[in-house]
């Protein structure tokens, strides 16, 4: 039997062979009976870079272990441009390589805390009252109150939120600089009405007028 030699690797396949055994490269009979290697070879961008040329086979490997991505810039013999990988042929391969689930639904993520967040202004005036008939002094005095209560339920909720699989990127900061607007941003991440939003902006005026 007629055998025909890799290439891209030197394997000597079997005539009958489409791929290398070794390299997978795609083998192709020619007229003399010796072979060529239909050239799959990709170039990808990374950290600014022209990398390549790489085989499917490799590039495989590559969005396997996360170097290129869905979004990541590709180019093969014929493009007249870059283009993004999951423009290309690849596109199969991204649905294939998710290896962690997705994200818990926003009905099963424990929402208890956040509806204690959203009474929070009303809870810590309540104290700051209290403290300050206590010590005998303005409850105004005692402002930081309100804002170690909602830091510190704020820092718990976005933990059970990651263990949930959500994306909890630049939560801490709105968490920080403006109440109203972490829970906004918790809500469209989860898939939520604003109820808990609503509900904290009702209690910090019940705060103001009635503490």
């Known amino acids: 039997m007629q055998s025909q030699k890799c290439p891209q690797c030197n394997l000597v396949n079997f005539a009958t062979s489409e791929k290398c055994k070794r390299c997978d490269a795609i083998l192709v009979a020619t007229n003399n009976s010796e072979s060529t290697v239909l050239t799959l070879e990709w170039y990808y961008s990374h950290d600014g870079k022209r990398i390549g040329p790489v085989n499917t086979n490799s590039i495989t490997q590559l969005v396997g272990s996360g170097t290129v991505t869905g979004k990541t810039l590709v180019w093969q013999n014929g493009m007249p441009d870059w283009i993004m990988a999951h423009q290309t042929d690849l596109a199969s391969l991204f649905a294939l390589t998710?290896?962690?689930?997705?994200p818990l639904m926003g009905e099963e993520v424990n929402n208890n805390l956040v509806w204690v967040i959203a009474f929070a202004p009303i809870i810590s005036a309540f104290l700051r009252v209290m403290l300050g008939a206590m010590f005998g002094m303005p409850s105004s005095n005692l402002w930081w109150i309100a804002i170690i209560i909602n830091v510190s339920l704020c820092v718990t909720d976005i933990s059970q939120l990651k263990n949930a699989g959500h994306n909890t990127k630049n939560m801490g900061i709105w968490a920080l600089l403006f109440m109203p607007a972490y829970l906004f941003v918790r809500a469209s991440r989860l898939r939520q009405n604003n109820s808990y939003a609503i509900a904290w902006v009702i209690s910090f005026?019940?705060?103001?007028?009635i503490f």
Do not use: Y
């Open 98 to 102: 998710r290896n962690e689930p997705p």
């Open 205 to 209: 005026f019940i705060s103001i007028f």
